[in-house]
T-cell receptor
Framework: DGGITQSPKYLFRKEGQNVTLSCEQN?????MYWYRQDPGQGLRLIYY???????QKGDIAEGYSVSREKKESFPLTVTSAQKNPTAFYLC????????????????FGQGTRLTVV | SQELEQSPQSLIVQEGKNLTINCTSS?????LYWYKQKYGEGLIFLMM?????EEKSHEKITAKLDEKKQQSSLHITASQPSHAGIYLC????????????FGGGTRLMVKP
């Protein structure tokens, strides 16, 4: 079945460590996104990628890094520079790259809950 | 996001009752998306409403977009426990596909 998969579901990080969250999709989608969710604040865009080997910063990119070496994969690294990394992270993909005029829905993964210990 | 306000923040209703969730934008909308989230899980797409104003229904859920007010409402008729979850509206401000700005969410609980 086609879908978008995030792993792990739960992740614990010690202060000062980098951690990488995985996001894989087999929907043949061009565009992929990373969002962060905090209670009462909705979702905020961290990074997005319209095509392989290209990505752009979203609203809250500081302390995060991404790569897009393959169409199917868009891993997110939470670096030690991210001062408040504890949050729920959601990855999404969509069939059209963001500059298309036709709007289609994004498909979301099940999320990764990151906790700093 | 202050650009997109959802209300109420939380809602408890008795099973069988109707309810409405609102999403108000301070900027012009190109599109408005509604998603549902079970706590700690991903988002499930419900509906997308286009600029210009429209109304869509799916099963017992109806969503409307009022272009004049830049406001969308999500109405659930005869609520069931399966409707419980967090409802999020997402705004497309740039006509740029899916780089959405999300509201803070409405947590819905349905009492059997």
């Amino acid at each position: 079945d086609g879908g978008i998969t995030q792993s792990p579901k739960y992740l614990f990080r010690k202060e000062g460590q980098n951690v990488t969250l995985s996001c894989e999709q087999n929907l043949n989608h061009d565009a992929m996104y990373w969002y962060r969710q905090d209670p009462g604040q909705g979702l905020r865009l961290i990074y997005y990628s319209q095509i392989v080997n290209d990505f752009q910063k979203g609203d809250i990119a500081e302390g995060y890094s991404v790569s897009r070496e393959k169409k199917e994969s868009f891993p997110l690294t939470v670096t030690s520079a991210q001062k408040n990394p504890t949050a729920f992270y959601l990855c999404a993909s969509s069939i059209d790259s963001p500059t298309r005029t036709m709007n289609t829905e994004a498909f979301f993964g099940q999320g990764t809950r990151l906790t700093v210990v | 996001s202050q650009e997109l306000e959802q209300s109420p923040q939380s809602l408890i209703v008795q099973e069988g009752k109707n309810l409405t969730i609102n999403c108000t934008s301070s900027k012009t909308l190109y599109g408005l998306y509604w998603y549902k989230q079970k706590y700690g899980e991903g988002l499930i797409f419900l509906m997308m409403l286009q600029k210009g104003g429209e109304e869509k229904s799916h099963e017992k859920i109806t969503a409307k977009l009022d272009e004049k007010k830049q406001q969308s409402s999500l109405h659930i008729t005869a609520s069931q426990p399966s409707h419980a979850g967090i409802y999020l509206c997402g705004a497309d401000y740039n006509n740029a596909g899916n780089m959405l700005t999300f509201g803070g969410g409405t947590r819905l609980m349905v009492k059997p």
